[in-house]
């Protein structure tokens, strides 16, 4: 069966996309088929996997509105086993129009409803960095959160929120939803406030924390500007090399019971 996995942070800035982006990547080249759903408005992820605007005329939004069928807005990236419906300019006023929507919270579960299960191991839903209804979107679409948290100050103090949220939207929408992992992003060992937010993270959140760690690092933030991965820009730098164990340990997890 297809795993569906949301990227969700409300806090901007937190390596959302950056996840969501080489992740996919280093879970289609170890040979596990992805697909990965940009809902976030600014459309940073096409950007990043070379999705440039004029290509983007259709995608999210289309198939929140059912524009068009999501088998049709899906597109090919440069890595093998890796595509993505992209966020397209009008995603932006989405927000509006679903309001008064009726199941305006299962918009995005019933549009991929016929390709998951088909042709891909792994959909990632880029969400938005607030908790809006296209996040909340992507909550009930999936079967599980992945929560990227920056090791700076205060980092803890919005994951309260989102995990009050992801259990609201299991009682209440998505009773199968559940909080898969946290990934602890832009580490930075020559200081010590990023050691002490990952201790205090395995502390609140014991073995729900990854091992693997995301390091600040040139590459990975260059490689965006580049319209690539960070695979693709510079394979041997610390950030592929982390995103590539990342999926490592993804895959170990779902291959265990739960």
């Not at 597109?75 to 927000?95: K, N, S």
């Not at 920056?150 to 929120?161: D, K, N, R, T, V």
């Amino acid at each position: 069966m297809t795993r569906i996995l949301a990227i969700a942070n409300q806090k901007g800035g937190v390596g959302k996309t950056t996840t969501a982006i080489n992740l996919a990547t280093s879970l289609a080249q170890a040979g596990h088929d992805a697909l990965l759903i940009d809902l976030d408005p600014q459309g940073n992820a096409s950007t990043g996997l070379g999705i440039g605007r004029a290509n983007r005329k259709t995608g999210t939004y289309a198939a929140l509105m059912e524009e068009a069928s999501s088998e049709k807005l899906i597109q090919p990236t440069e890595i093998p086993g890796l595509h993505i419906i992209p966020a397209d300019p009008d995603l932006a006023g989405a927000e509006v129009e679903l309001v008064a929507m009726e199941r305006r919270e299962f918009r995005l579960k019933e549009a991929i409803t016929r390709i998951a299960g088909r042709d891909y191991a792994f959909i990632l839903i880029d969400c938005p960095p607030s908790l809006t209804l296209l996040t909340l979107n992507g909550l009930v679409a999936a079967n599980a959160v992945l929560v990227p948290l920056q090791c700076e100050f205060l980092a803890l103090e919005g994951i309260s929120q989102l995990v009050h949220t992801i259990e609201r939207v299991k009682r209440g929408l998505n009773p199968q939803l559940r909080l898969q992992g946290i990934i602890l992003t832009m580490f930075d060992r020559r200081n010590n406030l990023s050691d002490l937010v990952a201790a205090d993270a395995r502390s609140f959140f014991g073995e729900r924390v990854y091992d693997t760690v995301i390091p600040r690092n040139v590459r990975l933030s260059e490689a965006p500007s580049h319209g690539k991965p960070v695979a693709l820009y510079d394979g041997r730098s610390p950030g592929a090399v982390a995103y590539s164990k990342l999926a490592e340990e993804i895959l170990r997890q779902e291959r265990e019971p739960a």
